[in-house]
Structure formats: C-alpha cells, structure tokens
C-alpha cells in the first residue's frame, strides 16, 4: 500500500488546482491529518489534470489507475455513474461545485430561451458546466439542445461580455454583479440557475478509488476536511482576497495552456471569489436531480445506483468533527452568515 495520498483535478483548467494549492499553502491538509510520524506531509498533489476535458468519462479511471492516484477533484458526477456501470471502482465523497450563481444574459431581441433556436452561445469549452445546466431547459423549452443552438467555446465569464457586445456571440453566461450591469445596458436576462435549482446543481464532485476507501479511510477524511476549511477560508473575503489572486496568478503563469495563461482571473475581485460554489459543509446536494437530467438529454441511458454512486459517510463525519472545535467556530459561524445571504 502507498503510504501517501495522491489527490488532483481531474481537469486542467486552473480554477480546479486553486482550492487544493489553497489547501496546501494553508497547512489545511496537514492539520487535518495528512502527516507522517515526522510531521512532514503524508499526500501527494498531482497536477495538469488527469483527463482530457470533454473525454473524462473515457479517460478519468484508467488515468487515475495509471498514477496512483487516491482523489480526483472536480469530476462531473455523470462520469462516476458512468464509469461505475463500466465495472471501475469510483466513489463521490464530498462536494466541489455544488451551486451555480450565474445568470444567462442575451442579446435584447431574445426574450427567451425559445428565442434562442439557430443562435450561437457563447460557453467555456464543450460540456462545460453552462452547457449541462441549461441543455435540459432548453429541451423542455422545444429545442434540440444538441442541433438547434451553436456552442461557441472560448467565451469564459471574464472576456464573454466583449464577445456578447461585438455579436460574436448571441448568448453568454455571468456572475450576478456582472450580470446586473449586462441588464443595465439593455440585455435580456434569460436565466436565473440559482433561481431554478435551490437544492444545488452539483456538477463536479471529489471521487474517491474503492481501494483508497477500503485502505486509507482516515486520510481521505483528512483530505476531505481540509478541503472543507479551503472552501471556508476562500470564500471569507475580503480578508482572503490578495492570497486567493496571487495564488491564481501564479498557476496561470505555470500553466502551459497558453489559453489559460491568457484569462482574466476568475478571482477578479472579492464579490466573485465570495460567490464560488464550494458547499460549506463539503455534502453534495441535488445529486439525484443532477443525475436525471443527465438521462433526459442523453448523457446517461439509465439512472445511476444513488445508494452505490455517493459513499458520503467520510464528509458527513468530517464537517461534524470540524463543527465541534473552538477554534473554528469564528470560521463556521461567517460561511454559515454567508450561507444564510447568498443559499450555499
């Protein structure tokens, strides 16, 4: 058996690498549990994503099998689903995005996600997290999600409202700030996701292998417990902020996407960091809705095993463990506060 835990982002995009580095730099992971004898770190993060992006449900496990690894952050859950009735041992322990705060904001003369038949909308890549939100809705709207509307990859937050203002796109998707002032120079708020999904649209899930549950259970709960007090530490803002940017910056740097070295930051100012979804208390919610509407536009044949997909016993004893200490009760007590203000 490996002595150290090996976790990383099953994608490469640098957002999914700043909560782990965030973790890290913080000694989160190691005050949780995750040190030797010595007291020197006992896990491994292993970077560059695992899983080319719009191939994960073909790639994650072998990858994950190929370099030992432990933990994979930010897997769509469908994947696990889909993977699990491929016979690989894969498990959703925790929660990563569990919410989705951004509005779709389109041109003035579209007054609908009807309206939106033939027109282009502008996402961050193929399969994105815009793209799985508003697919079924724009089934049950009448249209073909898959031939009746044009993705347009390359429009992430930060550069799509030049993009929606030059035409290149008809459609895009925004924070709320960002949203309101899209609205304030005439543009149609088409969606509300938060509005439409108050139980959480947990579209990437950490994941666990069934060997590393079976051998090392008080190190993935250590991992989940410092992941928990990263998602906490980020979003107390502003007293977090200027770590949160550096941290960003310099993995852009690192990046050798040059596409990512080139994005705006996504923590581009405290409001915007504030508003990432990480669940407070690391649980996954709406699962089982995620998962049906991945069956209604045919991401998946047949619903998954709820009771076989989600082993959530680890994060449900971590954040209980982590409520239970003085120390940390100024921590809980403000992400609660922020809880209670924007729902997740």
Request: aromatic share 8%; proline share 7%.
């Amino acid at each position: 058996m490996a002595k150290k835990l090996r976790i990383g982002p099953a994608c490469y995009h640098v957002l999914h690498l700043i909560p782990i580095q965030i973790a890290h730099d913080m000694n989160f992971f190691c005050d949780e549990g995750l040190r030797d004898e010595d007291g020197k770190p006992n896990y491994e993060i292993v970077t560059g994503g695992m899983a080319p992006f719009m191939f994960e449900k073909e790639t994650l496990a072998q990858r994950m099998k190929e370099l030992n690894v432990d933990i994979a952050m930010d897997v769509k859950p469908s994947t696990v689903a889909y993977l699990q009735k491929k016979g690989h041992e894969l498990y959703i322990v925790a929660g990563w995005r569990n919410n989705m705060p951004h509005h779709m904001v389109g041109r003035n003369d579209i007054k609908s996600l009807e309206g939106l038949k033939g027109k282009r909308i502008g996402v961050i890549d193929q399969e994105d997290i815009f793209v799985t939100v508003i697919r079924p809705w724009l089934k049950r709207a009448g249209l073909d999600p898959y031939n009746d509307v044009t993705w347009v990859r390359g429009n992430n937050p930060s550069n799509a409202p030049e993009r929606l203002r030059a035409g290149v796109v008809d459609a895009i998707f925004q924070d709320p700030s960002d949203a309101e002032v899209l609205r304030a120079e005439g543009y149609s708020d088409l969606f509300n996701i938060a509005a439409h999904y108050p139980k959480g649209h947990p579209d990437r899930v950490n994941v666990a292998t069934g060997k590393a549950l079976d051998e090392k259970p008080e190190m993935v709960k250590a991992c989940i417990k410092g992941m928990i007090r990263a998602y906490w530490y980020m979003r107390k803002q502003p007293e977090t902020y200027d770590h949160c940017l550096q941290v960003e910056r310099r993995l852009r740097r690192e990046s050798p996407d040059p596409d990512e070295q080139r994005r705006k930051p996504t923590c581009s100012s405290p409001a915007n960091v504030e508003h990432l979804p990480f669940p407070y208390n690391g649980i996954p919610t709406n699962l089982e809705g995620y998962l049906q509407e991945a069956v209604e536009v045919g991401v998946l044949d047949e619903p998954p095993n709820m009771e076989k997909l989600g082993q959530l016993k680890l994060v449900q004893e971590g954040f209980i463990e982590l409520e239970s200490r003085p120390e940390l009760k100024e921590d809980l007590d403000r992400i609660k506060s922020l809880v209670g203000r924007l729902g997740y």
